[in-house]
């Protein structure tokens, strides 16, 4: 199985976002695709895009307890990054992830907030690395309800 098509994203963590959103807006010409929060994480998120699709997410943390995970990886620190690749099945990229012998970090979880599924891995080094599915308001829907 070919466990991911494409590179979905890099991220960012940074500890001013307005001002990193402006630099890469009006610097190097990205644009917001989508901005949202995740309370759990206490994170704020935006999505920005090039001219030519390339995917860059700024994430701030607000002060505050973090999501283990998030903790652990020091993903939310400034100057911190990840990587993500996207996959068009994030139950099938879990589940050959764990028969190369990966443990997940975090199990698929649905972010209603972005209309994505995604599952966290650490690789040898301890560096962060996300798994993505882009999914439906009518999926999320389903995913939320259990249905």
């Known amino acids: 199985m070919r466990l991911s098509d494409r590179l979905h994203h890099v991220a960012v963590a940074v500890s001013d976002l307005k001002a990193s959103l402006d630099w890469y807006c009006t610097k190097l010409d990205f644009g917001i695709e989508k901005r949202f929060t995740l309370p759990d994480a206490r994170l704020e998120i935006v999505k920005l895009i090039s001219n030519g699709g390339v995917r860059l997410e700024l994430l701030k943390h607000e002060a505050g307890p973090a999501a283990s995970h998030l903790r ?69 829907s389903r995913e939320i309800e259990g249905v």
């Not at 993903?75 to 190369?100: M, N, T, W, Y």
């Not at 209309?115 to 798994?131: S, T």
């Open 72 to 140: 652990k990886s020091r993903l939310v620190e400034p100057g911190s990054k990840h990587i993500c690749f996207h996959v068009a099945d994030i139950e099938a990229a879990a589940s050959e992830l764990r028969q190369r012998g990966i443990t997940l970090v975090q199990e698929p979880k649905v972010i209603k907030e972005s209309g994505e599924k995604n599952i966290w891995i650490a690789d040898n080094e301890g560096n962060m690395i996300e798994f993505i599915e882009e999914i439906d308001e009518t999926e999320v």
